[in-house]
């Protein structure tokens, strides 16, 4: 039982931070190239190769025995939540990260096995994401819970597109992607002030 709670926050954390994101707009590029199970293994498998990496990562940091150490890495875990949600109130320029999309781009352009193009299209899209540090974070504050977060965050990943890919365009007409990532910013904030709160006070 104690796994679900890690599990279930990292569902939430990556389903809501994956709404209206770049890497939910490549998936749905895919949606018209192949079957929608074949996307959405390939963006299972693509979630635990980047997310898994992060959380496994994570988890490794959080093994260093120095308390004090521990202490300043946990406060600043909660704090890169913080700024992540701060972050998502800042509109962005539209040329950002061209050079990245750019390989996502040419990534679509293959034809063989799909399950595989996405995988790795995912994994590329995911390192360095706002997402991949949450995943770290998650691995520091839950290093007993691999599997759990893990699991949770490919739940959340597969849900999160497969919503882009059946109800794109239904959400789109909606509820405006601006509004989407306020309430996913806002997670991140909750998530880091709560951190911060329980270890200083």
Do not use: C
């Not at 972050?87 to 352009?109: D, M, R, Y």
């Amino acid at each position: 039982m104690e796994a679900l709670y890690p599990f279930f926050i990292a569902f939430t954390i990556i389903f809501l931070a994956e709404l209206g994101d770049k890497t939910q707009l490549l998936v749905m590029s895919f949606a018209s190239k192949s079957k929608i199970r074949n996307i959405l293994l390939g963006v299972a498998l693509g979630t635990l190769l980047s997310h898994g990496i992060a959380i496994i990562f994570g988890s490794k940091i959080s093994y260093l025995q120095n308390k004090q150490t521990l202490l300043i890495l946990k406060i600043i875990t909660n704090l890169t939540f913080l700024i992540i949600g701060i972050l998502g109130f800042i509109p962005q320029k539209e040329n950002s990260n061209e050079s990245e999309k750019g390989i996502l781009k040419k990534l679509t352009t293959f034809s063989t096995n799909y399950i595989f193009i996405v995988a790795l299209a995912i994994t590329v899209g995911e390192l360095g994401d706002k997402t991949f540090l949450a995943s770290i974070g998650l691995g520091f504050e839950y290093p007993n819970y691999k599997l759990s977060l893990i699991a949770g965050a490919i739940l959340g990943m597969v849900v999160s597109n497969f919503i882009a890919i059946a109800f794109g365009k239904f959400l789109e007409s909606k509820i405006s992607s601006k509004y989407i990532k306020i309430i996913s910013s806002i997670v991140f904030i909750i998530f880091g002030i709560v951190g911060l709160w329980a270890l200083l006070f």
